[in-house]
């Protein structure tokens, strides 16, 4: 079955804060996108009925010229290994498990949008994989680790431009690793796991906890006894030389090599994608977790090594949600296909 000259997507990003939508072409990327307030606060319903509004945003005026094939939509929390339901997403009071399909369907309907295919949802943080694997710094390798730092610390695994899922769909929760088993809890409870250095409340504390002593510009920027500070501010200071800022974002890049090096001690897949807000801070974070993660590896593993910052932001995770429907339209081609 050939395929048509162009293909449409909708991909959501469903954040605790806001919710990015794109309407995605799949060669050409982001056509159009809208963000809008999540009001997780107000529950699933409201959040649901937050999804349609922003579809109806970037497709508005659309259906004229063409249709759209499905809406991939990127989510935290666990996504069943069907990618049909999500569960106890993080910071979305009151949403236990949700079949997506089923929930956003009639309110679809009722807003006059017509898609032509499903529904499909997935991790927000394979998501991003994906729209890196294909749009963002993921291009360049058939195989690679991605992490996001964020809210929290996020990860997937990329085998041949396809995600691995593991047996049941949750494969890929890098942030959840320890590299300290008596180290600080990290939000589900496990001890010193990467996410309890690097997630963004925590290097928040520990940035707070190692400068309040310290000759620092940070003191001018990050509210009173540094109750305020945030990495963006690290960063920010950093960049202007401030050494303090520096050394903490190196203990930061340290812990990640750390981690690093044992991810590609199991998997022998030597490409690491970083992503998520953490990252901007670029290479004050980054060479040094080069550096940590070259003497994590066994000598017979190192080559090839590399970590690069995903340079695309937020729009991979929009991208690789629109990216599970084009990779569910070729499957279904695939399966189609005469023998022979």
């Not at 159009?32 to 409201?46: D, F, I, K, Y």
């Not at 090839?304 to 690789?320: H, K, P, S, W």
Request: charged share 20%.
């Amino acid at each position: 079955m050939a395929r048509a000259e162009t293909e449409h997507a909708v991909g959501v990003d469903l954040g605790g804060t806001n919710l990015k939508v794109a309407l995605v072409e799949r060669a050409e990327g982001i056509v159009r996108q809208a963000v809008l307030p999540t009001e997780a606060e107000s529950g699933p319903e409201r959040v649901l009925d937050r999804i349609v509004e922003g579809v109806a945003r970037v497709v508005q005026g659309f259906e004229a010229h063409g249709h759209v094939e499905g809406i991939g939509v990127g989510a935290p929390g666990v996504v069943s290994l069907d990618r049909s339901t999500v569960t106890k997403p993080p910071n979305v009071p009151g949403w236990e498990t949700v079949h997506l399909a089923d929930a956003l369907g009639p309110r679809l309907r009722a807003a006059g949008i017509d898609v032509a295919g499903p529904v499909i949802a997935e991790n927000d943080a394979n998501a991003a994989a994906l729209g890196s694997a294909f749009y963002g710094s993921g291009q360049p390798f058939d195989s690679f680790v991605m992490v996001t730092l964020g809210t929290g610390v996020g990860g997937a695994i990329v085998v041949e431009n396809r995600l691995f899922r593991g047996t049941t769909g949750a494969a890929g929760e890098i942030g959840h690793m320890s590299i300290d088993y008596e180290g600080p809890y990290d939000r589900a409870g496990v001890a010193g796991a990467i996410e309890a250095y690097l997630g963004q409340r925590f290097l928040s504390r520990h940035a707070r906890y190692q400068l309040l002593a310290r000759d620092t510009g940070l003191h001018e920027t990050g509210g009173h006894d540094l109750r305020d500070v945030t990495p963006q501010h690290v960063h920010a200071a950093a960049l202007a030389g401030d050494p303090a800022a520096i050394e903490v974002l190196a203990w930061a890049g340290h812990k990640l090599g750390v981690l690093l090096g044992s991810v590609v001690n199991l998997l022998d897949i030597r490409k690491i994608v970083v992503g998520g807000g953490v990252s901007q801070a670029g290479d004050l974070l980054l060479d040094p977790a080069r550096r940590a993660m070259g003497r994590c590896v066994i000598p017979s593993m190192c080559d090839g090594i590399e970590i690069v910052q995903e340079t695309r932001g937020n729009d991979v995770a929009m991208l690789g949600a629109a990216r599970l429907v084009f990779e569910h339209l070729d499957d279904h081609r695939d399966d189609h296909r005469p023998a022979g």
